[in-house]
């Protein structure tokens, strides 16, 4: 079946910002003006299509992105919806990781915040293309151009002014379309249905034509010929324009800037225009590799073999497992055997949706440069490639980051522990941010995840999702162990037990690296003194040592182990005695190594009116924080700082209570520190009357 529309006509684009920017109230007028829905869906309401869970609906937040597609003059545009709280981080970065282009959207009266900066580094590490979009130009304080100049000097970016803003506040009524010199005015009593084209106000033709004048120089840079002949005649055509500018975005050199109010219906239209005239198709992106072959390939191409990556998950009551799929290349049917390569498993495409938010519509077959929802491959993962039988590849799979807290749970009533158990199954396949583990020494089931807010959702969605009622435990900070000095120093394992016995002797060099390096490994034995089918003994005995720390039986970072020495026996000797030295070998050495517990650090904004500064800057400092910095936003004052996230729970009401409920907060993390030597033995005394330290 030949594609319905063309690939250059494709667009595959998300929507990323800080949280309450106003990211799916934009998603939903994409939806009307669109076309695709006839009622324009509210998020103070709880009626938006894209925020379709309850307890989205309930908290007025987007928690799971949500995919849809629309047109727009001829294109087709599929739309991703992300989450803006840092606890659903992993939301943008899998769906970052497949889409082609994004909308930054920013509020116009908070503009750069602190979760901006996370979504916009994690789009600059996929080499996502953008526009830019200042959102709430309704609000008392909007500010268009220090929107711009923050997006310049703090995320580093080249922004592009393509509208100039006709008012601000309650007086905001339109933009003037820089490419077309006329003032678009969005008629409110048809919902900015209606876009008259009027002559730019006098005021503002001065500012326009400088603005202008920018935006042409900027994309005559783009291109030697475009840039040639401006230099030659001083202008470019329209059409040379858009050029321009579509190589510098394409390239990520500019980010072509706009401005409106979602809420207000003003504004969403030229965004659309721009994805078209700007954002990247499918053919831009162009080829994809192996990530274990950069020599093997797949272009976007209908007849090239298939080739998709499973980007998320959701568990359906009714259907089962619904995988989230990008297809890179080639074509594919209903009820095609495809490769999932990731694993090694054959599975059968048994129904084939495109998604809209959650509700599906059934297709036949699907093309290169589609996201589309499959059924039945229930041994999928997220980051998992699907490819042709014939011709099998493994795409670069997705990394998420690890959790950074963790709580114990227990069902309410001792007969609903398999129904538990199989609950969290189902939720730690759909969020790979999400981790279960078992401890055998206190039988307790622990929880682990981004916040306190991702495991709160969490325990909800038990109770209304799978009817399982849950009690939790206080939550418990994911500590980390790693050491300071380098150490070195061997191990000999020797047991006899009557019949063949245990022998292994190892020699191992432990060595403190930068933070965030992990772990590595290195073979420095000579003459075989270990037998090289040993040595990858050796290393899993490191790994294990490492999986629970001699401290506090938390993992360790940051270490580089050598093994350089050692010994064997031909007949005593086994992979299971040189796992045994390796482990105790590390564990011995690690505590005299100077050893330290670190703890996640959390970057937090808090936004207090003037009065509350003081209270807001002793918040932070009495939880064993440091301010970096104070800012005043439109009558509101910023305090930055860095705290430990043992010390932030709870810190929302606080903050509420302190401020009579005028104060907000947000905070992402930051990176892993040393904690102070008092605590770090608390927690280890701790650990150790609950048996956590072997």
Avoid at 18 to 43: M, N, P, Q, V
Avoid at 146 to 157: C, F
Avoid at 658 to 675: D, I
Wanted: aromatic letters at 8%.
């Amino acid at each position: 079946m030949p594609r319905p529309i063309p690939l250059e006509k494709i667009r595959n684009i998300g929507i990323m910002a800080h949280i309450d920017a106003g990211k799916t109230t934009c998603s939903e007028r994409i939806l009307f003006y669109s076309g695709k829905s006839y009622k324009i869906g509210e998020t103070h309401e709880g009626s938006a299509t894209m925020d379709y869970m309850a307890q989205e609906q309930e908290r007025g937040i987007t928690i799971s992105s949500a995919a849809t597609a629309v047109s727009w003059n001829g294109y087709q545009i599929s739309l991703i919806d992300t989450p803006g709280h840092v606890d659903f981080t992993a939301e943008v970065e899998r769906s970052l990781r497949v889409l082609d282009g994004a909308v930054a959207l920013f509020c116009a009266v908070g503009g750069v915040q602190p979760q901006s900066e996370q979504v916009w580094r994690q789009s600059e590490k996929y080499e996502v293309p953008k526009l830019c979009m200042v959102n709430k130009m309704d609000r008392v304080g909007a500010n268009f151009f220090t929107v711009v100049k923050e997006i310049r000097e703090t995320l580093n970016g080249n922004p592009v002014s393509m509208v100039c803003p006709i008012g601000a506040g309650e007086t905001f009524v339109g933009v003037v379309d820089l490419m077309t010199m006329r003032a678009l005015i969005f008629d409110e009593a048809s919902h900015g249905m209606t876009v008259l084209d009027e002559d730019i106000p006098a005021e503002l033709q001065e500012q326009c034509e400088e603005m202008r004048a920018e935006m042409v120089e900027k994309a005559a840079e783009q291109d030697e010929a475009l840039l040639e002949k401006y230099f030659e005649t001083g202008e470019l055509s329209i059409p040379e324009i858009k050029k321009g500018l579509r190589i510098g975005t394409i390239s990520r050199n500019l980010v072509p800037t706009y401005c409106g109010t979602a809420f207000k219906n003003k504004g969403v239209q030229p965004l659309l225009n721009a994805v078209i005239d700007y954002m990247p198709s499918p053919l831009d992106v162009g080829t994809i590799r192996s990530s274990d072959n950069p020599d093997m390939i797949r272009e976007p191409k209908d007849d090239a073999p298939f080739s998709a990556l499973a980007f998320k998950i959701l568990t359906d009551k009714h259907m089962g497992k619904i995988v989230f799929i990008r297809i890179y290349s080639g074509t594919i049917n209903v009820g095609d055997t495809v490769l999932n390569s990731s694993m090694g498993e054959k599975g059968r495409f048994g129904r084939l949706f495109r998604m809209h938010a959650n509700h599906q519509e059934a297709l036949e077959v699907a093309h290169a440069g589609d996201i589309v929802a499959v059924v039945g491959v229930p041994k999928t993962r997220t980051g998992d490639t699907f490819c042709s039988l014939e011709h099998p590849i493994v795409l670069e799979a997705i990394e998420f980051p690890a959790p950074v807290i963790s709580i114990a749970i227990r069902p309410s009533s001792r007969h609903d522990n398999e129904k538990l158990g199989l609950a969290l199954h189902a939720l730690a396949q759909e969020d790979p941010t999400f981790v279960v583990n078992y401890d055998p020494e206190t039988s307790e089931t622990i929880i682990s995840g981004m916040g306190e807010l991702h495991l709160e959702i969490i325990v909800d969605r038990l109770k209304r999702e799978f009817a399982v009622a849950a009690e939790v435990g206080r939550p418990e900070v994911a500590y980390r162990e790693t050491l300071r000095h380098t150490v070195e120093g061997a191990y000999k394992h020797s047991k006899q037990t009557g019949g063949r016995g245990q022998f292994a002797n190892v020699s191992l060099k432990l060595e403190p690296q930068d933070p965030g390096r992990g772990f590595t490994f290195v073979n420095e034995v000579k003459g075989g003194v270990i037998p090289v089918e040993y040595i990858s003994a050796v290393e899993k005995g490191v790994i294990k040592a490492m999986h629970a720390g001699p401290c506090g039986g938390y993992p360790v970072v940051d270490v580089k182990v050598t093994v350089f020495d050692g010994s064997y026996h031909e007949v005593d000797s086994s992979e299971f005695a040189f796992i045994e030295a390796a482990r105790q070998c590390f564990k011995s050495l690690f505590l005299k190594a100077n050893p330290q517990i670190l703890e996640p650090v959390m970057a937090v904004e808090v936004a207090v009116p003037e009065d509350y500064m003081g209270a807001a800057t002793g918040s932070i400092c009495q939880r064993r924080g440091r301010v970096d910095g104070m800012d005043d936003k439109y009558g509101t004052k910023l305090v930055r700082g860095f705290v430990p996230l043992g010390e932030m729970f709870g810190y929302s009401n606080s903050i509420r209570t302190m401020t009579q409920g005028r104060g907000s907060f947000s905070m992402v993390f930051e990176r892993y520190e040393g904690v102070p030597f008092e605590l770090a033995e608390q927690i280890m005394e701790k650990r150790k009357a609950a048996g956590k330290v072997r």
